[in-house]
């Protein structure tokens, strides 16, 4: 059974950082590709960024430059790292894990609310 843990949300001002972690058991992590997503009220579930098990990265427009994924394969762990947060940064964000069959599996989600 796949789990993710996610850590690491919390409040913070405008133009602070915030680092994510999410820590995955139940699947073969090496081969997973990972990423993050995130929900705002009202709004649906949005891609943040990915890193598959080769280490290509992907992000959304809105975050490049601002944030990094990253992933340690030794820890099974994804992190996302968010600098010069922006209020519209604030959002629900969920780590995610596509197995090799293509199979998507979420993590519970963790609060980021970005104040101005």
């Known amino acids: 059974q796949v789990q993710l843990v996610e850590s690491g949300g919390g409040l913070v001002q405008a133009g602070g950082s915030l680092r994510l972690s999410c820590a995955a058991s139940?699947?073969?992590?090496?081969?997973?590709?990972m990423g993050w997503y995130r929900q705002a009220p009202g709004k649906q579930r949005d891609l943040v960024a990915d890193i598959t098990t080769g280490g290509s990265t992907n992000y959304a427009d809105s975050v490049k430059g601002r944030f990094t994924i990253s992933r340690d394969n030794a820890k099974n762990t994804v992190y996302l790292q968010m600098n010069s947060l922006k209020p519209e940064d604030t959002a629900v964000y969920y780590c995610?894990?596509?197995?090799?069959?293509?199979?998507?599996?979420w993590g519970q989600g963790t609060q980021v609310t970005v104040s101005s």
């Open positions: 995610s894990l596509k197995d090799r069959l293509w199979r998507m599996y």
């Open positions: 139940g699947s073969d992590f090496r081969f997973s590709t």
